[in-house]
């Protein structure tokens, strides 16, 4: 791979020379290890833009004047403004030396053009802000921008003047207030609802290019073919060609020339393939040429040979990668940070989260509803992380959301796959997740495959959906399960949620959100251990092709992660990669051989009542004929993994059956276990005698031990299994049976 340009360069201002000498962060109730490293005249001075990288750039990062605006028509504010703002931290943020919300914001700065650039038109990038902005140079407009998570760039080449220029955003955000697309922020954070983020976020640079230059590339593999697919955009200049040279390190294998107007393919000779465990990255030059042969433009950037789809392997379809099954696994990534929002502080602390996803044995990483700067996929690319891509929402977990701006939706949709289209890591595209803001979904199904037909499509991740895209996708919370497809690959888009906080410090002690509580270590370990388990059993045994753990960090008051907000891990590392190895690799087969069926494969008639019965309810000799009669399971359809034979929608549920047990006895006695699924806190009875206490609930069908006392009461012929279960929370199901449990074939 080759080394990005980090060169940039430097230019000297009186005048902020003075501001960044003033500046200093706000403290945030955490601030991470990388707070420290962040000086106010050498912000994020990394190259932005990994796959399209020229030699000269200039950074505009660093201390910029600001003022919060007043209303849409308000006057262009002339001269100085009297307030600083360190860019690119959001205004909300500590590190951009504010931390307040303002709906509106003037951000203004002056810079130099380096005389080298003379005769060459001055391109002005930014990374992102959020949400809508007009950007002036020298106080005339040079354009204007709408979306808060793709880049955007202007010519300004005409608005420029000799000596000092002066550059001049103009902001707007409603957040809450507008039906945009904005992810997890929200002006009254609460819950899994964060901070907001209004304003530039991502780096702002200027380049020089020739009138005639690069504007994008589009490079597709197909590792069936041993080739890359490769367009040069470079307007509307219909005179030109380019050559794309290609190297495995120095050496160079492919050479191909081109028409600007027409795609290439480029063979790639014994190709190595990009994955995880391998994730190699070719080089590659682009030179770009006038009619006369005459070299206008030049890039660099990177590819890697791979291919994502889903395919049958004769009993479920499963997630593949280069025409090998593969197990996705890893955790949810919010991309919040306690000082910066949704900016870094460093370059390293960018990376740093990739790092401990890599080296926690995660194979994968779900950005959720959140879009990264590029060089946060330059690095999973060299790291070899998929990456799962979810479309920021227009959020709905807000109150009183506005309606969803559904032209704005699909614009930013469509920006954010053509501005990612060429990262390798990127696997999978996630539309909607659960309800937030879902609508139109067999439209944008169709229109994302038809944008990029070479990667999976997830139509939404977590709700009920009309069964589109390649994936069938539930989020039940804690444990794990597995949704059933008959087109699909079936994944597990969340799951875990486990709470641990063992420092004291967090975002806010007297508020503070968790799925479940762990008190210890080593709870929490075997917690997330038999999860795992439950990962590589589902995987070998009913065709789960992916999961997802909810979350690698904590973020404000949600308290789940296996860091802490500020970057500290909870746990020892080395046990949690054990325990997401065996998830990913280790086959974990279990034979079931039921004797008690449930309404997984045969649902039986259970006597039950909601009014509190008699005392000895649960006994062999008690007489329920007078009870309801109906088929299990038991409660609502909205309920994870439920298989509803009666509808239960009460506090309370009392359900007993008889049964025979038949010959089964010594051995396969032995490995008798309770097959349950239970929402919320149960208890199970065998002849009058308890067989297990269960608390919390579950989201699939699981198997249990059963107390050894009621075990012993179990005898050829007539027994009788009972069962109690309460409903404290949204969500209720019970449904019980005994199944013969062993690691090998019986």
Not at 207 to 213: D, G, N, T
Not at 526 to 553: C, H, P, Q, W
Request: glycine share 6%.
């Amino acid at each position: 791979m080759y080394k990005i340009i980090l060169s940039f360069l430097t230019f000297t201002v009186c005048a902020h020379t003075a501001l960044s000498q003033d500046w200093k962060p706000r403290q945030a109730p955490l601030m991470t290890k990388f707070a420290k490293d962040l000086k106010a005249d050498n912000v994020l001075p990394e190259y932005p833009r990994p796959q399209l990288v020229r030699e000269k750039w200039l950074n505009l990062n660093g201390l910029w004047q600001y003022k919060p605006g007043t209303w849409e028509n308000e006057r262009y504010p002339k001269g100085k403004l009297d307030q600083t703002i360190l860019v690119p931290f959001a205004v909300e943020s500590a590190l951009s030396g504010v931390m307040e919300h303002h709906e509106r914001l003037w951000y203004r700065r002056t810079f130099n053009i380096p005389s080298e650039w003379k005769n060459q038109h001055v391109l002005l990038h930014f990374g992102a802000v959020d949400y809508q902005c007009e950007v002036f140079i020298n106080d005339k407009s040079a354009g204007k921008h709408q979306g808060g998570y793709d880049s955007f760039t202007l010519d300004v080449t005409n608005l420029l003047t000799k000596g000092e220029q002066t550059i001049t955003v103009k902001v707007w955000d409603p957040t809450d207030g507008g039906g945009f697309p904005r992810g997890k922020q929200t002006l009254n954070p609460a819950g899994i609802m964060y901070t907001s983020v209004t304003g530039i976020w991502q780096t702002v640079w200027l380049e020089p290019v020739a009138e005639q230059h690069i504007e994008s590339l589009k490079m597709t593999p197909d590792i069936d073919k041993s080739i890359l697919n490769l367009s040069v955009n470079a307007g509307t200049a219909n005179n030109l060609t380019y050559t794309a040279q290609v190297k495995d390190g120095n050496t160079i294998i492919a050479t191909s020339t081109g028409n600007v107007l027409a795609p290439s393919a480029i063979k790639i000779s014994n190709q190595k393939l990009w994955s995880p465990d391998s994730p190699f990255l070719y080089d590659m030059t682009v030179t770009l040429k006038d009619a006369d042969g005459k070299v206008v433009d030049q890039v660099k950037t990177y590819f890697g040979m791979r291919k994502s789809n889903i395919a049958f392997d004769g009993k479920y379809y499963r997630l593949y990668l280069n025409n090998k099954p593969l197990f996705h696994y890893g955790p949810l990534d919010q991309g919040f940070w306690p000082d910066g929002l949704y900016t870094a502080p460093t370059d390293a602390a960018l990376r740093y989260d990739l790092d401990m996803i890599k080296k926690l044995g995660f194979n994968m990483v779900r950005k959720h509803i959140k879009v990264e700067p590029q060089r946060w996929y330059y690095y999973a690319d060299k790291i070899g992380l998929l990456v799962w891509q979810d479309m920021p929402s227009s959020n709905s977990y807000t109150f009183n959301t506005p309606p969803v701006e559904k032209e704005a939706f699909s614009n930013e949709l469509v920006r954010m796959i053509e501005t990612h289209y060429n990262s390798p890591c990127i696997v999978t595209w996630d539309i909607f997740n659960e309800n937030q803001g879902l609508h139109d979904s067999k439209k944008y199904v169709a229109l994302v495959r038809g944008l990029d037909g070479s990667r999976i499509v997830n139509e939404c991740s977590g709700t009920t959906h009309d069964f589109l895209g390649d994936l069938s996708d539930i989020h039940p919370y804690p444990p794990p399960a597995v949704p059933e497809s008959k087109s699909q690959a079936s994944v597990c888009g969340e799951f875990g949620g486990i709470g641990f906080q063992p420092f004291d410090k967090v975002w806010n002690s007297k508020d503070l959100t968790q799925y479940i509580t762990m008190k210890n270590e080593k709870d929490y370990l075997e917690l997330y251990d038999k999860f795992a388990t439950m990962l590589a059993n589902f995987r070998s045994n009913k065709g789960l092709s992916a999961a997802v753990y909810t979350e690698i960090t904590d973020v404000e008051i949600e308290l789940n992660g296996l860091m802490t907000y500020d970057r500290v891990m909870k746990a020892d590392p080395a046990k949690l990669r054990q325990s997401n190895l065996k998830a990913i690799y280790q086959d974990v087969s279990e034979y079931t051989y039921p004797v008690l069926t449930t309404a997984e494969t045969a649902a039986k008639r259970w006597h039950y009542t909601f009014s509190t019965p008699a005392a000895n309810w649960n006994v062999k000799s008690f007489d329920a004929s007078a009870w309801h009669s109906g088929l299990g399971g038991f409660g609502t359809p909205e309920t994870p993994g439920a298989r509803i034979g009666t509808n239960w929608n009460t506090g309370e549920i009392w359900a007993r059956q008889n049964f025979n047990m038949g010959s089964l006895s010594g051995a396969k006695l032995d490995k008798l276990m309770l097959r349950i699924h239970h929402d919320e806190d149960c208890e199970v009875y065998i002849n009058g005698v308890l067989a297990a206490k269960l608390e919390g609930w579950t989201s699939d069908y699981e198997n249990v031990k059963i107390l050894p006392q009621a075990k012993a009461t179990l005898k050829k012929g007539k027994n009788t299994i009972a069962v109690h279960c309460i409903n404290k929370t949204s969500g209720q199901f019970i449904d019980v049976g005994l199944s013969v449990v062993s690691d090998k074939r019986l």
